[in-house]
């Protein structure tokens, strides 16, 4: 089993930066494949990133690409969410999420596919 604690939300202007950490309990963070989602207000949590355990493969929604990069430091037991010209569309809690997985290179998409949730962290992005 793991816990999950994300840290870095806050308000931000419109074009601005924000990293979010989230840091994993347990000695096997290696062993869970990471992603992100968010949920804003009103709307369904969607998904915005994922990392293979490896660090290898990663994936990232349409809406975010080339703004926003996923990486993880395994020595740290830490996944990170580089979120660069942020918009009004972003706000959100963001989600970080571990599913413990055998394959190096697999990436999940989908909220169902992970068993460990955070608590999730406001990001607010004022236009």
């Known amino acids: 089993q793991v816990q999950l604690v994300e840290s870095g939300g806050g308000l931000v202007q419109a074009g601005g930066s924000l990293r979010l950490s989230c840091r ?41 690409k080339g703004r926003f990069t996923i990486s993880r430091d395994n020595a740290k037991n830490t996944v990170y969410l580089q979120m660069n010209s942020l918009k009004s569309e972003d706000t ?20 169902y596919e992970y068993d460990y949730w955070g608590q999730g962290t406001q990001v607010t992005v004022s236009s």
């Open 92 to 111: 959100a809690v963001y989600y970080c999420a571990a599913d413990q997985v055998f394959s190096m290179v697999v990436v999940h998409t989908t909220q």
């Open 24 to 64: 994993a309990s347990g000695r096997t963070f290696s062993s869970y494949a990471m992603g992100w989602f968010r949920q804003a207000p009103g709307k369904e949590r969607e998904f915005v990133a994922a990392i293979s355990r490896s660090g290898r493969s990663t994936y990232s929604a349409d809406s975010v």
